[in-house]
């Protein structure tokens, strides 16, 4: 099967083509390296000269396509030019070619072939002086360093400059693409951290402002028309400086409303009457305890959409939230009547649990949320582990 050769590059079509006009205008002026006379010059005459300049000229059109191959076959072109008297063009068309070998090539021939160079060189020099004890015979090491070993280094040279810029941009590239993956993240983050507080802030009022717009609006009573409005009142109030809060965090520390303080444990009485004031009859069992910031605004949120999940789902029953110190956690568990309704007081967006349990495993904390059967029947049961025991920091909303 014959062997197809790769195609050549237009800049070592140049260089070929160019090697190969000015081996033939000094051999048309008949300018050789060396007379004729000499006795180790093989073949002497001028048209031997052209052979090795020929077969070095086609080897150039390989010189990046195909370096090794360009290379073993100029090594006995040089070789054949030693016997002639020779053609300047051709030796350096041929340290060209140890050049491109060493640059282009692959890089176990790379490192392999300034040894081997090498090693020529020293033995160009101590053989022929070991033999014929001249000085002058030194001259044949130094020529073939010139010719092999110096082309050789600088191709190995500018190889190692050029893996190093090479490394160099794909290490800017990794750290560009690195930054855009954080800054992706981190905006990803950040809106789902005001996804979640949106959602908490307006869930439990908006779904209190639909139940008893609905109630005010299905009964023929002056009266629990008016209380419905008062309570449709309230949450409109507390909901709406719950959306100033929000956006304060949103805004500039340099803008007209700055972040208010973040809800803490000690609101739970607060948002415990107002559930109440809903119509839930909700029961609150609270340990007084230290906890990260984090923490306490974790359970806060926590107990706060599990209070909205029962004003929109819960049966008719009793409502309980507890939290306790438990093994350097804090366990927050919110118990509410299951079943016994047909549709949701009120429609949701079905965010909530994900957001609890966001806010959980931000925390490395462990949730559920599930039916259970209990000696007062079926209940809906919300637990929510948050560890406390090492310090946590920053904002996990």
């Given at each position: ?39 180790y ?11 090795p ?6 080897c ?5 396509a195909a ?8 090594t006995p ?15 350096l ?12 090539g ?16 020293v ?7 070991a033999?014929?004890r001249?000085?002058?015979a ?11 070993f ?39 983050a950040?809106?789902a ?20 717009s ?6 023929d ?24 809060r ?11 409303a700055?972040?208010?303080v ?11 009457d107002?559930?109440?004031a ?18 306490e ?43 016994g309704?047909?549709?949701?007081r ?13 806010r ?16 007062e ?21």
């Amino acid at each position: 099967m014959a062997v197809r050769l790769p195609r050549p590059r237009r800049f070592d079509v140049y260089v070929a083509l160019g090697g190969l006009l000015g081996g033939l205008l000094l051999w048309g002026v008949g300018l050789a390296t060396r007379p004729h006379t000499e006795p180790y010059v093989l073949l002497p005459g001028r048209w031997p000269l052209l052979l090795p300049l020929v077969v070095m000229a086609g080897c150039e059109l390989l010189r990046r396509a195909a370096p090794r191959t360009a290379l073993l076959i100029g090594t006995p072109a040089i070789v054949l030019d030693t016997g002639t008297q020779g053609n300047l063009v051709t030796i350096l068309m041929y340290t060209d070619l140890m050049y491109a070998a060493v640059l282009y090539g692959p890089p176990a021939s790379a490192h392999r072939i300034p040894r081997i160079t090498g090693l020529l060189t020293v033995a160009g020099a101590v053989v022929p002086f070991a033999v014929w004890r001249e000085p002058e015979a030194l001259l044949i090491g130094v020529i073939t360093g010139l010719v092999t070993f110096g082309p050789a280094v600088t191709g190995l040279i500018v190889r190692n400059h050029r893996d190093a810029a090479e490394a160099a941009r794909l290490r800017a590239e990794q750290t560009t693409l690195l930054a855009e993956m954080d800054r992706t993240q981190a905006v990803t983050a950040e809106r789902a951290r005001m996804a979640r507080e949106l959602h908490d802030l307006v869930a439990n009022h908006l779904s209190a402002i639909a139940i008893h717009s609905t109630a005010a609006l299905s009964l023929d009573d002056p009266k629990t028309s008016q209380e419905a409005l008062v309570v449709i009142r309230e949450n409109s109030v507390e909901g709406l400086a719950e959306m100033r809060r929000l956006i304060g965090i949103l805004r500039d520390s340099s803008g007209d409303a700055g972040p208010s303080v973040a809800p803490t444990l000690d609101g739970l009485g607060s948002l415990v009457d107002g559930a109440r004031a809903n119509g839930l009859d909700v029961t609150l069992d609270a340990e007084r305890s230290e906890v990260p910031a984090p923490v306490e605004l974790a359970a806060y949120r926590i107990v706060q959409e599990s209070l909205t999940n029962a004003l929109k789902h819960a049966a008719p029953g009793p409502v309980t939230v507890s939290l306790a110190r438990r093994d350097g956690s804090l366990v927050v568990s919110v118990r509410s009547p299951c079943g016994g309704r047909d549709a949701p007081r009120a429609p949701g967006s079905g965010a909530g649990l994900v957001g609890m349990r966001e806010r959980v495993a931000l925390l490395d904390g462990t949730f559920e949320a599930a039916p259970e059967d209990s000696p007062e029947g079926r209940i809906w049961m919300v637990r929510a582990i948050l560890p406390v025991s090492h310090s946590l920091q920053g904002d996990t909303a």
